[in-house]
């Protein structure tokens, strides 16, 4: 494969990833989060409840960092703690009906500006695209996995 290629790919790739992530900021202008609550709360929505140790591995957040954040979201009503029902000791965050309904109104608004972008396209192109993006994803989680 040309060197050239693979720059052009990796370009255009973080060059899209940085204007949907600016689309997500603009979007969370009509939310009462920040962009690092979204983020949890994508983890939150993606994976369950998770401990504050898990979720700082996740946002790549020292422990404390992600404890203050977890305390702005819970006075918010977006998450809460909950003990381990199996280990008391252990405490799980839990996404909660308010920071669910936000995850689901942001992910629409995004989806709604790629559609928009998309129409452009055909339906053949739309399909190969996203069943390439997806063979690509899965890829690159097998590599990381190795």
């Known amino acids: ?16 990833a940085q204007m949907i992530k600016q689309k997500g900021r603009e ?33 790549y957040l020292a422990f404390s960092t992600t404890t203050d954040l ?19 000791r252990v405490v799980r965050i839990h996404l909660l009906d308010k920071g669910k309904k936000i995850i689901e109104e942001v992910i629409i608004q995004r989806q709604e500006y790629l559609k928009d972008i998309l129409y452009i396209f055909s339906d053949e192109d739309v399909d190969f695209l996203e069943k390439n993006l997806h063979h690509l994803y899965e890829e690159m989680k097998r590599k990381r996995g190795k």
């Open 27 to 59: 979007i969370l202008n009509q939310f009462p989060i920040t962009p690092p609550q979204f983020i949890a709360l994508q983890w939150l929505s993606e994976k369950g409840d998770m401990t504050i140790g898990d979720l700082s591995g996740r946002m």
């Open 70 to 88: 977890i305390d702005r979201m819970e006075k918010n009503d977006l998450v809460e703690r909950v003990r381990d029902q199996n280990d008391r």
């Open 1 to 16: 494969m040309e060197e050239q290629k693979v720059y052009e790919i990796e370009r255009s790739l973080r060059m899209i």
